[in-house]
């Protein structure tokens, strides 16, 4: 640094016979100039990957993973920029998780514990635990009259805000049936789900808190769709339009659920929230439809699809405000959501998910995805909004990189908050890049404050001796 401590980093890799170790660790004395953000002490991270293949035949598997994550500072990943193949400057949740795993032909078998750290949180409710995790997988039958029968069963212990504690242990029975067509071109397939909960719970106003509790809960679908297709000869493009409705009933009641949302492609799944231990209760419809331009080759066969477009929404029978608003599953009638992709040529491409009001007058989510390839140059572009009871951000980010020759590259990438009308940061930088060598500069201009995140101007220069070791040097600053 110009005018700071130097940062430190290393890294250290380890293959061993069916395992491999990798630590990734920096260290930084800390601020020379402090202040009422810039506190006083040392900062420092260390990240720890490690897995071990147990055994791996033809059909058994088995491995066990570790990964311990420790970092000194909330901010300390975006203060040093640091972007590691184990760590990113975005990065907000630390993990530390033992895990295993165990799957043999058709059964699988998962367990782990692991505590978490939320670095946006600063009091004692930033951790949580989860210990232990079971998960257990079992295809019960696959028969060629009843379709298949899947069984699942999982055991969770959560403990999370200090003092509140679940202990869940859920078992679902879920079948699909064989596909049949009917007569009319209809092709149908049954589905069905029975769970059974038992929990306790404690200082959990969310759920019952006096005793052990048992909970049976079920859903059973019919899922519907009509293929219609048409192939164009002359301008050799198929088209294929293809309804769809999904009809389900669920008896009983239902806890309220956080957190979920409504999006396409769980909306014809016979159980669409989040949550484990939940099935939404009541009579409801999934009503929507698929619609792809493909090419069509010499021979007749479909080729590679260029455009889709799918879009639908859920009906229900009665309101349920146990179901969240950001879902809007518990209206009468869901949000409009739907996808669409667009294959221009093999150098542009678009993509776009959305939400519309049930009144089909307001979007409430966009998502707009889009890449462009001239030449030695890529574009990326994202832009995302979300409204109403969906969420509240709005914002742009735009990348760019350009290969210069056969060693260099230039990267530019920017984010706007269009809330806000302001920029949060922009980020340029050139590389020069060889089989054992990669040195560049980076300029980044920051635009907002969090803890000791200031506005500023920088330059890094930075230089990497693969795989040996990587060194920066900050502090060109404003």
Not at 35 to 63: A, C, E
Not at 156 to 176: A, L
Not at 408 to 433: C, M
Request: aromatic letters at 12%.
């Amino acid at each position: 640094y110009g005018s700071e401590n130097p940062l430190l980093m290393a890294e250290y890799r380890q293959a061993f016979n069916n395992a491999n170790l990798f630590v990734d660790a920096s260290y930084n004395e800390g601020y020379k100039k402090r202040g009422s953000t810039k506190t006083s002490g040392s900062r420092k991270h260390i990240f720890l990957d490690y897995n071990k293949v147990i055994k791996d035949q033809d059909n058994i598997k088995s491995n066990i993973d570790l990964k311990l994550q420790h970092v000194s500072n909330d901010t300390y990943f975006k203060i040093h920029d640091v972007n590691t193949a184990l760590v990113n400057e975005d990065l907000n949740i630390l993990e530390n998780t033992l895990s295993y795993d165990y799957q043999e032909g058709d059964l699988y078998f998962a367990s782990s514990a692991s505590a978490f750290q939320n670095l946006k949180i600063q009091d004692r409710k930033k951790y949580e635990y989860l210990f232990p995790y079971l998960f257990l997988e079992k295809n019960l039958f696959t028969s060629e009259k009843y379709g298949l029968l899947d069984f699942t069963s999982n055991l969770r212990v959560r403990n999370y805000d200090v003092n509140k504690q679940t202990e869940f242990f859920t078992n679902d029975f879920q079948w699909e049936s064989n596909k049949w067509i009917s007569d009319l071109g209809v092709e149908n397939q049954v589905l069905g789900l029975v769970k059974t909960v038992n929990y306790n719970a404690s200082n959990t106003p969310k759920y019952k808190s006096e005793d052990k509790s048992h909970e049976l809960s079920g859903a059973l679908g019919i899922l519907s769709k009509i293929p219609l297709y048409k192939n164009d000869l002359i301008k050799e493009i198929n088209h294929l339009f293809t309804p769809k409705v999904l009809v389900r009933y669920a008896p009983g009641h239902m806890r309220r659920v956080e957190g979920s949302r409504l999006k396409y492609t769980n909306l014809y799944e016979i159980k669409k929230t989040e949550e484990i231990d939940v099935i939404e209760k009541g009579l409801s419809a999934s009503i929507g439809f698929d619609y792809e331009k493909s090419l069509l080759n010499k021979d007749g066969s479909i080729g590679n699809k260029f455009f889709s477009f799918s879009a639908g929404q859920v009906i229900t029978a009665e309101e349920d405000q146990d179901l969240p608003a950001s879902s809007s599953l518990g209206d009468h009638v869901s949000d409009l959501v739907g996808e669409s992709s667009l294959n221009i040529n093999n150098k542009l491409s678009l993509d776009y998910k959305f939400a519309v009001d049930q009144s089909y007058n307001r979007l409430n989510y966009n998502e707009v995805g889009s890449t462009l390839t001239l030449g030695k140059t890529n574009f990326n572009l994202t832009y995302l909004q979300e409204k109403e009871h969906i969420g509240n951000q709005e914002y742009a980010e735009a990348i760019m990189d350009v290969e210069l020759g056969d060693s260099g590259q230039l990267s530019f990438s920017t984010k706007r908050n269009l809330l806000k009308s302001s920029s949060e940061f922009y980020k340029l930088s050139y590389d020069y890049i060889n089989d054992c060598l990669k040195a560049g500069l980076v300029f980044r201009r920051e635009f907002y404050t969090d803890n000791d995140i200031e506005p500023e101007d920088s330059i890094m220069f930075r230089i990497s001796l693969i795989p040996l070791a990587n060194i920066n040097a900050t502090g060109i600053g404003r």
